[in-house]
T-cell receptor, first 110, second 116 residues
Framework: GQQVMQIPQYQHVQEGEDFTTYCNSS?????IQWYKQRPGGHPVFLIQ?????EVKKQKRLTFQFGEAKKNSSLHITATQTTDVGTYFC??????????FGQGTRLTINP | GAVVSQHPSRVICKSGTSVKIECRSL??????MFWYRQFPKQSLMLMAT?????????EQGVEKDKFLINHASLTLSTLTVTSAHPEDSSFYIC????????????FGPGTRLTVL
């Protein structure tokens, strides 16, 4: 079945440093979504990527979808303490269910 | 964005009892709702897909007789954990999608279940 791998599992940075998490699927995806979950909270939708090679930006966050639609990345520039949380990618194959990656837990040293 | 509520937010129960968790879409109609389970510091594992007016579709390894799902209306789905045991303790989260297949999912705030 479809698998979505996400690395790294944990990332600790100094405030102001950049952060990147990577997501790889075993199969070609129809779309990929990114969610953020704050400690003790629930996942909150960030963005959806659909097109091959698509790049989207939200302020300091840059999301990319690979040309082969099998990988994706989330890059945060100049992290702030409010960026703390776990970032999940979730891939969908065709019209199938979303499959979540393991998540990358980001902690920040102020 | 759309709002999904979940009730209760936290429940502690004795082993052997049943617990019902409600998931409601407050400002939209959700033809499909999803139930996830999340253990501490782990990812979300899909348990079942709930479709209004029809039987839920369970993921492999999820006991349908233990985790009863009812999607009685376009705004309400319930998950009942029957005869709960300590190993059922977890964070249960529902999500709802509205309409088009490729849209985002809106997550409820989750229910933390502790079985003593």
């Amino acid at each position: 079945g479809q698998q979505v791998m996400q690395i790294p599992q944990y990332q600790h940075v100094q405030e102001g440093e950049d952060f990147t998490t990577y997501c790889n699927s075993s199969t070609t995806l129809s779309n990929i979504q990114w969610y953020k979950q704050r400690p003790g909270g629930h996942p909150v939708f960030l963005i959806q990527l659909v097109k091959s090679g698509e790049v989207k930006k939200q302020k300091r966050l840059t999301f990319q979808f690979g040309e082969a639609k099998k990988n994706s990345s989330l890059h945060i520039t100049a992290t702030q303490t409010t960026d703390v949380g776990t970032y999940f990618c979730a891939g969908r194959e065709g019209a199938q269910k979303l499959v979540f990656g393991q998540g990358t837990r980001l902690t920040i040293n102020p | 964005g759309a709002v999904v509520s979940q009730h209760p937010s936290r429940v502690i129960c004795k082993s052997g009892t049943s617990v019902k968790i409600e998931c409601r879409s407050l400002d939209f109609q959700a033809t499909t709702m999803f139930w996830y389970r999340q253990f501490p510091k782990q990812s979300l594992m899909l348990m079942a897909t709930s479709n209004e007016g029809s039987k839920a579709t369970y993921e492999q390894g999820v006991e349908k007789d233990k985790f009863l799902i009812n999607h009685a209306s376009l705004t309400l789905s319930t998950l009942t954990v029957t005869s709960a045991h300590p190993e059922d303790s977890s964070f249960y989260i529902c999500s709802a999608g509205a309409g088009v297949i490729y849209n985002e999912q809106f997550f409820g705030p989750g229910t933390r279940l502790t079985v003593l």
